[in-house]
């Protein structure tokens, strides 16, 4: 699981040599980044607190899972 605070914005570049499509689709979040060709980077932001499944539409073994704490928490 990776941390972040409310508010961030995460820069997810495909430095892999395969295309990608990085997604998240639950009630409190919705993000598609579309066919992410090499070198493509796009930006994700976490408005909300809880937790994410960011995950891949082509790949369905590669994930990422978030978890958002409040922007003031240490």
């Not at 499509?21 to 639950?26: A, E, I, N």
């Not at 607190?49 to 409040?70: K, S, W």
């Given at each position: 699981?990776?941390?972040?605070?409310?508010?961030?914005?995460?820069?997810?570049?495909?430095?892999?040599?395969?295309t990608?499509?990085?997604?998240?689709?639950?009630?409190?979040?919705?993000?598609?980044?579309?066919?992410?060709?090499?070198?493509?980077?796009?930006?994700?932001?976490?408005?909300?607190?809880?937790?994410?499944?960011?995950?891949?539409?082509?790949?369905?073994?590669?994930?990422?899972?978030?978890?958002?704490?409040?922007?003031?928490?240490?």
């Amino acid at each position: 699981t990776t941390l972040f605070r409310s508010g961030a914005t995460v820069l997810i570049e495909n430095d892999d040599r395969v295309t990608h499509h990085v997604y998240v689709d639950q009630p409190d979040m919705k993000f598609d980044s579309g066919e992410q060709s090499v070198g493509k980077a796009v930006a994700m932001r976490f408005d909300r607190e809880g937790h994410f499944a960011v995950r891949c539409a082509i790949h369905p073994t590669m994930h990422l899972d978030v978890t958002v704490v409040p922007a003031g928490s240490p």
